[in-house]
């Protein structure tokens, strides 16, 4: 299984971007789809999640409001809409899933954004 991130690239501030992650292979049970990233120098952290079954969904602070996650159970893909960009979003984003019983957990290859004027 492999998972291919997507939609990355170069933003003027307050533009917008949406990513995608799906994944390839057979892919099962998936309980959490999110999105991290990490900025150079920094430690990647969360940036958005949802839970599969239910939908539930958590934000870090800095993007509440401005990024939106949504996912295609069926299609095992994930999506984060990012309005409003900053220059402190600009990072590599990463996707992952974690899946079945025994919480595997599965990355993407990341995806560079960069929002700059």
């Known amino acids: 299984v492999q998972l291919q991130a997507s939609g990355g690239g170069l933003v003027q501030p307050g533009g917008s971007l949406r990513l995608s992650c799906v994944a390839s292979g057979s892919i099962y049970s998936i309980n959490f789809m999110g999105w991290y990233r990490q900025a150079p120098g920094k430690q990647r952290e969360l940036v958005a999640g949802?839970?599969?079954?239910?939908?539930?969904?958590n934000y870090a602070d800095s993007v509440k409001g401005r990024f939106t996650i949504s996912r295609d159970n069926a299609k095992g893909t994930v999506y984060l809409q990012m309005n409003s960009l900053k220059p402190e979003d600009t990072a590599i984003y990463y996707c992952?899933?974690?899946?079945?019983?025994?919480?595997?957990?599965?990355w993407g290859q990341g995806t560079e954004v960069t929002v700059s004027s």
């Open positions: 949802i839970v599969s079954d239910g939908g539930s969904t």
């Open positions: 992952n899933f974690v899946t079945g019983r025994l919480l595997i957990s599965y």
